[in-house]
T-cell receptor
Framework: GDSVTQMEGPVTLSEEAFLTINCTYT??????LFWYVQYPGEGLQLLLK?????DKGSNKGFEATYRKETTSFHLEKGSVQVSDSAVYFC????????????FGQGTTLQVKP | GAVVSQHPSRVICKSGTSVKIECRSL??????MFWYRQFPKQSLMLMAT?????????EQGVEKDKFLINHASLTLSTLTVTSAHPEDSSFYIC????????????FGPGTRLTVT
């Protein structure tokens, strides 16, 4: 079945460092891909998404490109802030558009001043 | 906009009792709601998909009689954990999907259930 694999955390960075969180997927067909963020004590929020190959999703300085050839959707940010500390989830949604999401295990990011 | 609330945010109950968790879409109509379970340091696992006015669709391995889901209106879905046991202790999260075509899900803040 479909699955999502993320790099294990926690990831600890200093402020203004470059961030990469790896995400790869296995899916039949052509899924839509998402990154969600969960700040402490809050629900998941959609950070960005891409619906087809080579699409780049971006938001709040974060970017991820849908790479069909490597089945990847790595999350990047050029300069992280303390406020970016959160848990990040990669997810996919099948093309059947049932709305069902399959999540990776989540990666905790801690940014230190 | 697109706010989803859950109540209660945390609950402690004794083994054998039942607990009801509410999920509400506050400013939009949700034809579909999803219920997830999240174990510590693990991913969200989809339990069931709930469509307004019809029976929920449960994922494989989820006990229908133990996790009762009702989606009686376009803004409210409930999850009732019946005859709770300590192994049911977990973080339960709901999400709501609007009637629009984006298929984006909006997540509630979650409910921490502890069964003693």
């Amino acid at each position: 079945g479909d699955s999502v694999t993320q790099m294990e955390g926690p990831v600890t960075l200093s402020e203004e460092a470059f961030l990469t969180i790896n995400c790869t997927y296995t899916a039949t067909g052509y899924p839509s891909l998402f990154w969600y963020v969960q700040y402490p004590g809050e629900g998941l929020q959609l950070l960005l998404k891409a619906t087809k190959a080579d699409d780049k999703g971006s938001n709040k300085g974060f970017e991820a490109t849908y790479r069909k050839e490597t089945t990847s959707f790595h999350l990047e940010k050029g300069s992280v802030q303390v406020s970016d500390s959160a848990v990040y989830f990669c997810a996919l949604s099948d093309r059947g558009n049932t709305g069902k999401l399959i999540f990776g295990q989540g990666t905790t990011l801690q940014v230190k001043p | 906009g697109a706010v989803v609330s859950q109540h209660p945010s945390r609950v402690i109950c004794k083994s054998g009792t039942s607990v009801k968790i509410e999920c509400r879409s506050l400013d939009f109509q949700a034809t579909t709601m999803f219920w997830y379970r999240q174990f510590p340091k693990q991913s969200l696992m989809l339990m069931a998909t709930s469509n307004e006015g019809s029976k929920a669709t449960y994922e494989q391995g989820v006990e229908k009689d133990k996790f009762l889901i009702n989606h009686a209106s376009l803004t409210l879905s409930t999850l009732t954990v019946t005859s709770a046991h300590p192994e049911d202790s977990s973080f339960y999260i709901c999400s709501a999907q609007s009637s629009g075509s984006t298929y984006e899900q909006y997540f509630g803040p979650g409910t921490r259930l502890t069964v003693t």
